[in-house]
């Protein structure tokens, strides 16, 4: 399964002699350099299309077309890059990219004008505003789109159209995460950066697979552990993984026991009085349930965690009483512990409650505001960050930290926007579970689609295909065909990447911008363009003011003065020459913030103490009192099996790109991970076609008889464009984040017919 680098390179052939890896030694996942044959006229400096981590790249140019991509040496990175950030250089080029606007007619996307398509996509919402109300019409968006573009079409469906029906892919990735620490510091977005890695003695790392999906950061936690032999990794994951490979310890844990787990290592913390008391004290209070709830006292956490102990939860979790003891040891002994986590938190029925016990255990350790010690949650996609979190590009927020629910926050976005009073309506909109639940309804009659898939990515995806097919639908994308093309009404061909103008924000809150180097193919636009005149046509062209990304960045940086997001100082002049720039960075002559909330670090804290938690009304941070919840399917003689779901390095999300890529169309995608014990008990070797059933569906896929997995459960990518894993998820979701269960369903799985998979 593992590709070796030898197989690697083979899938490269000759042409690439010169390509140069590096990093190979601790880590099995090749880092990709620079690819030496490949000549260039000029060299520029720009972003990786794909992943949170945000590594700086270089692009090379000859006779107009992206020929090579090598890691800029001066970003943060290193020049070094994965294989997809290497492979930027081939994916404005695939098979696929979709050249012309499309109308359907008679059951079929035929090709239009953009004129003709525009309007069309116009009239569509126009007719379901005139006779439904702004809330029948909904911009479902993406993490992957630049700032300028997610803030603009934010700025056009709440102010302009007048309806709060604004989510996106971030909901299904990050919401979690942004309801975590938002609720604890009253403000989102992690408080630590990258170099924290070169400070850290300890890696927690729960739920992340880093070594597949943030490999550059990763590589870097592995220099650290080299040049640093006593730092020691703990990984949490039902599953092995590359990454667990390399950990010291490994709590192989049951599925979605995760806040049980947590709540038993803040337990043995306080037993073994390995807490911070003065931290504890000057900087946190307790709550049980909302923000705003009772404050609590500490001797009520340490009570509440009694029902916590090693001993009543190991079961649960299925691990050792001695494994969770140690790990809560090394935890507390620690000089520096940083925690990484993504989706295998997020993506949980308790993906808040996970999230806000990932703070606490660094809160009550005081592993918070000092060099290598932080929680820090990575994001997934380029632009979750910046452009959908910080931007309020959410169906509940508004810019910089608002919320629609405040009437304050509205009056304030109302005169930024200079919109009348009462222009933004005062109940959140449908998040994404309930706004594709209102295209089944018919509640939501028309919606613009962008830079996503939902066809493919949303769980228990065929449930909302009816829907979508009943809503007149716009879709704006790079590739065409897809899973999501077959519903739209209307067509958009998208630029992509390098061939538009925006910035990207990383995991470390580093904004960083990219530049257009080439034309976009056929008549393809770039996503701004085409939501501008989107505004135009709906009659709201005087609220788009500015129409540039330069300027829109600059409302942007101007609406971000003064509030806690403040990055006012991150000029377009700035981004031009420098390979990004972490805020709170509120003037021109500010080298951007690495540590949030540190007295003396940043510019927004107090100048005492250890820590200013300023986004909270008494500056101190929220210690949550939170149960683990019981789960949402639980298993069953019919259904006896957990179904988890994830990525591997090669791929992206829905591989309309990757998948078209050459040398990775041949990484396959259709495979399940499946204890060798239980595969012998289904009578399946390694290849047969197996059918993995859950309540809502069956996919069927090649065995892959593995260790990887724990017995009675088995794990799938959700790549495959064939195979569709997300016919089986689950929708339900967290109650406070609305964040789907993607990582937990019950599924039996049985042998298929020979021939299955053809
Ligand atoms: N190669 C590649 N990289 C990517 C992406 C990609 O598509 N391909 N996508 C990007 C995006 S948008 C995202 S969101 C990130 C996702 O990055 P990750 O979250 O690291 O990736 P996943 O594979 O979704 O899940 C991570 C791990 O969660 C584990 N897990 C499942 N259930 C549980 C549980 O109950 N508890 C714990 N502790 N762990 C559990 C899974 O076994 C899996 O190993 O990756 C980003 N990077
Ligand atoms: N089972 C399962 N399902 C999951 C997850 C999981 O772990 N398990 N993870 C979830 C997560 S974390 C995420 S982030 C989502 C991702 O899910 P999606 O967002 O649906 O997946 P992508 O393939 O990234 O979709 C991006 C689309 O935009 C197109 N595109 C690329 N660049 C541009 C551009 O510049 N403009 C426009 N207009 N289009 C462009 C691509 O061709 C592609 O069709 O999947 C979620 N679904
Ligand atoms: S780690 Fe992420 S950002 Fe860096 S090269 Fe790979 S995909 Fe691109
Ligand atoms: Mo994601």
Redesign the pocket.
Known sequence: MDLTRRELLKLFGTATAGLAMGGLSACDIPLWVRDDAIPVDSWHKSVCR????GCGVQVGLREGRVVNVEGDQAAWNRGRL?I?GLLNREILYVRDRALHPMIRSQGRLVRASWDDAMAAAADGFQRAIEEEGPDSVAYYGS?QLFTQESYTANKLFKAGIGTNNVDGNPRL??ASAAAGYTSVFGADEPSGCYEDIEHATLFFI?????A????VIWERVMDRVRTNPGTRIIA????R?P?TRHADQHLQ?R????VALLNALCHELIRTELIDREFVEDYISFRRGAPDSAPLAYEDFVAFLDDYAPERVAELCGLGVEEIREVAQWFGTAEAVMSF????????SHGTAANRMMMALHLISGQIGRPGATPFS????PN?GGGVRDAGALSHTLPAGRVVANPEHRAEMEEAWGVPPGSIAPEPGYHAIALFEAMLTGDVRAALVMCTNPAHSLPNADRYRPGMDRTFLVVADAIYPSHTAEHADVFLPAAMWTEKEGVFSQSERRYHLVEKLVEPPGEARSDLDILVDFADRLGHGDLIVNRTPETIWDEWRRISAGTYYDFSGITYERLRREPGLIWPCPDEDHPGTCRRYVPGEDPLAGMSGRADFYGRPDGRALVFLSDQLPFRENTDEEYPWIL??????????TSTITGLVPQLAEIETDYLEIHPTDARRIGVERDDPVHVVSRRGTVTLRARPSDRVRPATV?A?F?SIDRLVNVATIEETDPISFEPE???CAVRVERAPAGAMS
């Not at 988890?644 to 999300?653: K, P, Q």
């Open positions: 794909f992943c949170g981590s994965c997809k993490g990735c990050m729960i739920g992340a697979n880093m597949e999906c943030h490999p949490v994951d039902p599953r993984t990454t844990l599925a979605g026991t995760d986590w993504t989706m295998g938190l997020n993506q949980q990575l994001t997934g996609q979750a988890n779901t994830g990525r591997r390095l090669e791929h992206w999300h794990f990518p790549h993607y990582k937990r």
